[in-house]
């Protein structure tokens, strides 16, 4: 029937392109809509290419009107998230033209798959990963988003209620200007030079696996008290490192070691979405070459810190309260030299009142909020 929505499992190659293309295609109208790199994001999206699915069930969706592809949706099923255990599933990578009919087919089957394998509730979106891109943009889409952080369109929010969601969590970005010190009373304790038993240093490229094996240790102590924790596996860290192994700068990433032992690390990339902005998520035939010479040449003006973390054990010691702000001082020294102008924390949620703090008291700011939704599941 002329008008009728259908939603059709996304199977093979070519749908899962179709999957990727259609949010491209609604986010096309506004400006601050950064398209993501195909090639990447049919990575991410793929068993082969991408370890989350070695601990996960997912399932696709497209929304399809009178031929036409009108939105999509996501279920997936983490089983090393705790919550999974308490009947939490998630849905993400929800996109879709502004009708309410077509959100209600999306979430129709989302909703179904979830019931069938399981699951009391429907929390999200995650995308696909609580590690990766978590949150719907309820607050700063004046602006474009960072690497690896979502844009959605503003009737989405609305729309995801209209299905019964009401708010879980809130989640903040955080934006620090690099030209700004941190507080005088840090800076104070920071030039009396490093506590005794604390060294710093930066990654080491010759040992690359070595120290994404050390930060996988250290970001999943750190993390393990968060609401929705899950750990993250050595594969899945190595194969993002891997994947983002020509925009890590060592002089942006560095390790705190106290008595020797690791205890803390901080990671700065360049935000890669300032140097594709106009390549219409292709890198053939020129984007390639766009893309280095934007990045290595004329250098990125911003960058986001996706992972940050002192272990537990440490965390609320003399030293190792210190620590965010040495690293944050080492990261900030250096991103200044190279040219750098701001930076992006994120994300933080609203009730890790300790990363909260540290932000807080490095004069970084909130400038976007992303938000949680969750339903219950009859």
Same mark, same amino acid.
């Not at 299905?163 to 030209?179: E, F, H, L, M, T």
């Not at 360049?270 to 070459?289: C, H, Q, S, T, Y």
């Not at 994120?346 to 300790?354: G, T, Y």
């Given at each position: 029937?002329?008008? #009728?929505?259908?939603?059709? !499992?996304?199977?093979?190659?070519? %749908?899962?392109?179709?999957?990727?293309?259609?949010? %491209?295609?609604?986010?096309?109208?506004?400006?601050?809509?950064?398209?993501?790199?195909?090639?990447?994001?049919?990575?991410?999206?793929?068993?082969?290419?991408?370890?989350?699915?070695?601990?996960?069930?997912?399932?696709? @969706?497209?929304?399809?009107?009178?031929?036409?592809?009108?939105?999509?949706?996501?279920?997936?099923?983490?089983?090393?998230?705790?919550? =999974?255990? $308490?009947?939490?599933?998630?849905?993400?990578?929800?996109?879709?033209?502004?009708?309410?009919?077509?959100?209600?087919?999306?979430?129709?089957? #989302?909703?179904? @798959?979830?019931?069938?394998?399981?699951?009391?509730?429907?929390?999200?979106?995650?995308?696909?990963?609580?590690? $990766?891109?978590?949150?719907?943009?309820? $607050?700063?889409?004046d602006s474009p988003p960072m690497f690896m952080m979502s844009h959605d369109a503003r009737h989405t929010g609305p729309r995801i209620e209209e299905q019964g969601y009401g708010r879980a969590k809130?989640?903040?970005?955080?934006?620090?200007?690099?030209?700004?010190?941190?507080?005088?009373?840090?800076?104070?304790?920071?030039?009396?030079?490093?506590?005794?038993?604390? =060294?710093?240093? %930066?990654?080491?490229?010759?040992?690359? &696996?070595?120290?994404?094996?050390?930060?996988?240790?250290?970001?999943?102590?750190?993390?393990?008290?968060?609401?929705?924790?899950?750990?993250?596996?050595?594969?899945?860290?190595?194969?993002? #490192? +891997? +994947?983002?192994?020509?925009?890590?700068?060592?002089?942006?990433?560095?390790?705190?070691?106290?008595?020797? $032992?690791?205890?803390?690390?901080?990671?700065?990339? !360049? +935000?890669?979405?300032?140097?594709?902005?106009?390549?219409?998520?292709?890198?053939?035939?020129?984007?390639?070459?766009?893309?280095?010479?934007?990045?290595?040449?004329?250098?990125?003006?911003?960058?986001?810190?996706?992972?940050?973390?002192?272990?537990?054990?440490?965390?609320? &010691?003399?030293?190792?309260?210190?620590?965010?702000?040495l690293l944050i001082d080492a990261v900030a020294q250096a991103a200044r030299k190279l040219g750098y102008e701001r930076y992006e924390l994120s994300w933080v949620l609203e009730d890790n009142l300790? %990363?909260?703090?540290?932000?807080?008291?490095?004069?970084?700011?909130?400038?976007?909020?992303?938000?949680?939704?969750?339903?219950?599941?009859?």
């Amino acid at each position: 029937m002329a008008g #009728a929505i259908e939603i059709q !499992p996304v199977t093979g190659k070519a %749908m899962l392109d179709r999957f990727i293309k259609v949010a %491209m295609r609604l986010g096309a109208s506004d400006p601050n809509y950064i398209p993501p790199l195909i090639l990447e994001r049919q990575e991410s999206l793929t068993p082969k290419t991408n370890p989350f699915f070695q601990h996960a069930d997912v399932q696709f @969706w497209l929304a399809v009107k009178d031929g036409r592809d009108v939105g999509r949706i996501s279920a997936q099923i983490d089983h090393l998230n705790p919550q =999974t255990a $308490e009947g939490v599933g998630h849905f993400g990578m929800i996109a879709a033209e502004d009708d309410p009919a077509i959100f209600a087919g999306l979430f129709a089957a #989302a909703e179904a @798959w979830l019931k069938a394998h399981g699951c009391k509730t429907a929390l999200g979106p995650v995308n696909l990963s609580t590690n $990766e891109e978590v949150g719907l943009l309820v $607050e700063g889409a004046d602006s474009p988003p960072m690497f690896m952080m979502s844009h959605d369109a503003r009737h989405t929010g609305p729309r995801i209620e209209e299905q019964g969601y009401g708010r879980a969590k809130d989640i903040y970005a955080y934006i620090c200007s690099v030209a700004d010190d941190l507080p005088e009373p840090i800076l104070k304790r920071i030039r009396k030079g490093l506590p005794a038993g604390v =060294t710093l240093r %930066m990654v080491d490229m010759k040992c690359f &696996s070595r120290d994404v094996g050390i930060l996988t240790e250290i970001l999943n102590d750190a993390w393990s008290g968060n609401w929705g924790f899950t750990p993250t596996t050595e594969a899945e860290t190595l194969a993002l #490192a +891997n +994947n983002l192994r020509l925009l890590i700068d060592k002089r942006l990433t560095w390790f705190a070691e106290i008595d020797g $032992e690791p205890a803390g690390f901080m990671v700065l990339l !360049p +935000n890669i979405n300032e140097a594709i902005r106009d390549l219409g998520g292709k890198l053939l035939p020129f984007g390639w070459a766009k893309l280095l010479w934007r990045l290595k040449v004329k250098g990125p003006k911003t960058g986001r810190v996706p992972l940050m973390g002192v272990k537990r054990k440490f965390a609320a &010691s003399r030293r190792g309260q210190l620590l965010p702000f040495l690293l944050i001082d080492a990261v900030a020294q250096a991103a200044r030299k190279l040219g750098y102008e701001r930076y992006e924390l994120s994300w933080v949620l609203e009730d890790n009142l300790a %990363m909260r703090r540290i932000c807080d008291a490095g004069g970084a700011k909130v400038y976007k909020t992303y938000r949680l939704y969750e339903k219950a599941l009859g």
